[in-house]
């Protein structure tokens, strides 16, 4: 189905990029835009903490649960995954999520970057799964924070009520261990498995996206699913 490798149980997962540190980690880009005005206003208001780690964590909560998750509305453009647009929207699905914890980080002065892995989701929507072609989601986002002298991933595409409706554990981040998607949900039904890490990146690549969206899910593109609402597909299945 896919050119991935499955990495069964595990839930380990690593990069390739510098081990510290970069000017790169902090910059502005066209995607990431910690410098927008919006971004920056809400990085500082959700800027809370006696330290970086509290502070990571206060920001990722914001991020999580501030901006609804939704599959259902997929923009490959730039303006579509910028991390200003997820504020103005109020929503977004796991790439434009993760630029926006990214972007918020670097914009109160935490290193950040943004890292992409295969999945294989299984628990999602019947209308999901036909758009999506697959139960195999390419380029899931996260982010990777710098924290305490090492890298720690943040996953922050699940808002807390979504999970609450679909029976998920929610992802809690604490600054030290990675959040990352759990292989289970609450009772005991399998959720995520990880099946390729494409690695960490200063920006979005969205060029890179495009072509894995063409050759897997060229049907998950913007209005692909009409004015269709996920939470209510996913609250009504989880019922029934």
Not at 160 to 171: A, V, Y
Not at 185 to 204: C, F, P, S, T, W
């Amino acid at each position: 189905m896919h050119d991935t490798e499955a990495a069964g149980e595990t839930q380990t997962m690593s990069d390739t990029k510098p081990a510290t540190p970069t000017a790169a980690n902090l910059a502005p880009t066209a995607i990431i835009d910690s410098d927008h005005p919006a971004v920056v206003a809400f990085a500082r208001e959700h800027d809370r903490g006696a330290d970086v780690r509290e502070r990571a964590v206060s920001l990722y909560l914001a991020v999580r649960d501030g901006f609804r998750y939704d599959p259902y509305r997929i923009e490959l453009t730039e303006q579509g995954l910028r991390a200003s647009t997820v504020l103005a929207n109020g929503y977004g699905w796991c790439v434009p999520k993760a630029a926006l914890l990214t972007a918020v980080c670097r914009a109160v002065g935490i290193p950040a970057r943004v890292g992409y892995a295969d999945v294989r989701n299984h628990l999602s929507t019947e209308r999901l799964r036909k758009a999506m072609n697959s139960d195999v989601y390419v380029w899931h986002g996260y982010s990777d924070l710098w924290i305490d002298g090492r890298w720690v991933k943040a996953t922050p595409a699940f808002n807390i009520e979504l999970c609450e409706r679909f029976g998920l554990l929610p992802l809690e981040f604490d600054g030290r261990d990675d959040s990352i998607y759990h292989p289970y949900d609450k009772a005991g039904n399998r959720h995520m498995e990880y099946l390729n890490q494409r690695g960490v990146y200063d920006e979005v690549p969205l060029a890179e996206i495009e072509e894995g969206f063409r050759r897997y899910h060229p049907n998950a593109t913007l209005n692909a699913l009409g004015g269709h609402d996920f939470g209510e597909d996913a609250a009504r299945e989880s019922a029934g």
